[in-house]
């Protein structure tokens, strides 16, 4: 296999998709490659009681209903829409569908300000044009055109960021399921065959949400993925993808579990603070998602590998974590020095441990952002 930055998620997993399908015997909807209960078990892992013969880890950590609406929706009629905070986890999740229902989770249109009508139906090859005119040969198709065509699930990231005009072009692939090509005089339309659907994910901080259309919001199924604040799983997800941050940089280095306890405790505390806080300017700007957390962890590994010693540390993960959070000043440096001196102060006190490197490397961050 070529070397890629980052697979998707049907090569990463491609030996593992490959074995579920051969022991799968459950009834497929349309030319799905999975059935609905094997999807569901590659993203959530599985357990004893499905009495498969090898363990298949869990790779998107939340509730299983989310998991199941998500499915479901994707075998009826409608679009599935993800919608959350930043970094819960959605185009991960959309991934893992998309790779687990059709082998194929790269047919993606990234909704932006500049995305247009053409991205989502179909462009022209103008120098074939001009060579051979206009036909089917000189015509390039959209990712969702190229799903349509398959029978095969399309994504669509980052939903409400696109205008209006692109949102209406989708209503009506969602509704009719087809593209017509007035440009070309026979061959002039394009169905959707059985199994097309899209996954689109949408940013509950972009706003744009509530401004969807009601035609639109009729076409799509919602399933809202909240924050993990569950520590548990938490823990899992951020073990989960350090291990894989290692893999993926070849890095040899220890991170003591103790540090990731200080971590999760650290987002914990500034979520709580967060929570309580009745004005914007005393909330962090970040989501403090889950990924965020990994974020951090991924600067402080990197920032320990290239410069550091061959085991992560406590000041180089407090570093980490202010110089990640701290995007506005004032206002985000002064969030966090009132947490460093009211909560990681004392706490350096009491407990000691990795606490101490924590409150001195977070004090130094701090002094030099200031
Ligand atoms: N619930 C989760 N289970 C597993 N991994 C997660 C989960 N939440 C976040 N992650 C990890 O965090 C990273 C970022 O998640 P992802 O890009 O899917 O977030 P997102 O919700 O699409 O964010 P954005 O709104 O910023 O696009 C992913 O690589 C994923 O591995
Ligand atoms: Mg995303």
């Known amino acids: 296999m070529?070397?890629?930055?980052?697979?998707?998620?049907?090569?990463?997993?491609?030996?593992?998709?490959?074995?579920?399908?051969?022991?799968?015997?459950?009834?497929?909807?349309?030319?799905?490659?999975?059935?609905?209960?094997?999807?569901?078990?590659?993203?959530?892992?599985?357990?004893?009681?499905?009495?498969?013969?090898?363990e298949i880890p869990q790779k998107w950590?939340?509730?299983r209903s989310f998991v199941e609406r998500a499915i479901v929706t994707l075998a009826s009629d409608r679009g599935l829409l993800l919608i959350g905070d930043p970094g819960t986890g959605k185009s991960w999740l959309a991934e893992l569908l998309a790779a687990a229902i059709s082998r194929n989770s790269t047919l993606v249109v990234q909704g932006t300000a500049g995305t247009t009508e053409d991205h989502i139906k179909y462009s022209w090859n103008v120098s074939m044009v001009i060579a051979k005119g206009q036909s089917r040969a000189s015509m390039i198709p959209s990712p969702i055109m190229t799903a349509m065509e398959g029978g095969v699930i399309g994504r669509f990231e980052e939903l409400t960021r696109s205008t209006s005009d692109v949102q209406d072009a989708l209503i009506s692939i969602l509704s009719e399921k087809y593209v017509s090509i007035p440009e070309l005089e026979d061959d002039n339309i394009v169905f959707a065959k059985p199994?097309?659907?899209?996954?689109?994910?949408?940013?509950?901080?972009?706003?744009?949400?509530?401004?969807?259309?009601?035609?639109?919001?009729?076409?799509?199924?919602?399933?809202?993925?909240?924050?993990?604040?569950?520590?548990?799983?938490?823990?899992?997800?951020?073990?989960?993808?350090t291990e894989e941050l290692l893999r993926r940089h070849n890095i040899e280095l220890e991170v003591p579990p103790t540090l990731l306890d200080v971590l999760l405790q650290?987002?914990?505390?500034?979520?709580?603070?967060?929570?309580?806080?009745?004005?914007?300017?005393?909330?962090?700007?970040?989501?403090?998602?889950?990924?965020?957390?990994?974020?951090?962890?991924?600067?402080a590994?990197?920032?320990?590998?290239?410069?550091?010693?061959?085991?992560?540390?406590?000041?180089?993960?407090?570093?980490?974590?202010?110089?990640?959070?701290?995007r506005r000043s004032p206002e985000d440096l002064a969030i966090l020095n009132k947490y460093w001196h009211g909560v990681v102060e004392p706490r350096s006190k009491?407990?000691?441990?990795?606490?101490?490197?924590?409150?001195?490397?977070?004090?130094?961050?701090?002094a030099t952002l200031s």
């Open 195 to 241: 199994g097309f659907s899209i996954i689109a994910t949408a940013n509950s901080r972009d706003r744009g949400v509530n401004d969807l259309s009601s035609a639109l919001k009729r076409r799509f199924n919602f399933v809202r993925i909240p924050v993990v604040t569950n520590k548990k799983s938490e823990a899992e997800i951020v073990r989960f993808r």
């Open 350 to 366: 009491d407990q000691g441990g990795e606490w101490d490197g924590f409150l001195e490397g977070g004090r130094q961050a701090i």
């Open 2 to 54: 070529t070397e890629m930055l980052r697979a998707p998620a049907e090569v990463k997993y491609a030996e593992e998709l490959e074995w579920l399908e051969s022991v799968d015997d459950g009834p497929k909807p349309f030319s799905w490659r999975l059935s609905p209960r094997m999807v569901r078990l590659f993203v959530l892992g599985s357990e004893r009681a499905d009495g498969l013969d090898r």
């Open 61 to 63: 950590f939340g509730d």
């Open 301 to 326: 590994i990197l920032h320990s590998t290239f410069f550091g010693a061959r085991s992560l540390d406590s000041q180089t993960l407090a570093g980490s974590l202010v110089g990640s959070l701290a």
């Open 266 to 299: 650290s987002f914990a505390d500034l979520r709580a603070a967060s929570a309580a806080a009745t004005s914007d300017d005393e909330k962090l700007e970040s989501a403090l998602s889950t990924a965020e957390q990994i974020g951090v962890l991924e600067d």
